[in-house]
């Protein structure tokens, strides 16, 4: 005599997600809040990155104008050498009496 195996049974109810009661509210919540702080510090640290990109463009012409005037500057302290050159190369001028 042959034996039949009996017929296999799979509970597919539990196959897909769920939410039962099993699952506490302060989780729930906890997950809720975690989630908003996540939202409210991205969007707090997008405001302080935009704030910082304005300070920078309001900046760069500072930038500019500092190099122009270092530029002057170098081209007076070569006049101011150039000055002191001739001056070491004149004789004294004679005293009056």
């Known amino acids: 005599m042959v ?5 296999v049974v799979i509970d597919t109810s539990d196959a897909s997600w769920h939410l039962d009661r099993k699952v506490p509210v302060a989780i729930i919540m906890a997950i809720l ?4 702080g996540v939202i409210w510090w ?3 640290a997008a ?3 935009s704030a910082l ?14 190099t122009k005037v270092e530029t002057r ?3 007076v302290q070569d ?3 150039e000055i002191k050159s001739i001056l070491r190369k004149e004789p004294a001028a004679p005293k009056a009496r």
Do not use: M
């Open 42 to 44: 991205g969007a707090t």
């Open 33 to 36: 809040l975690q989630t908003g």
């Open 73 to 75: 500057l170098e081209a």
């Open 3 to 7: 034996r039949k195996r009996p017929p």
């Open 79 to 81: 006049g101011i050498s």
């Open 53 to 66: 990109e304005r300070k920078v463009e309001l900046a760069a012409p500072q930038g500019d104008r500092l």
């Open 47 to 49: 405001e302080r990155l």
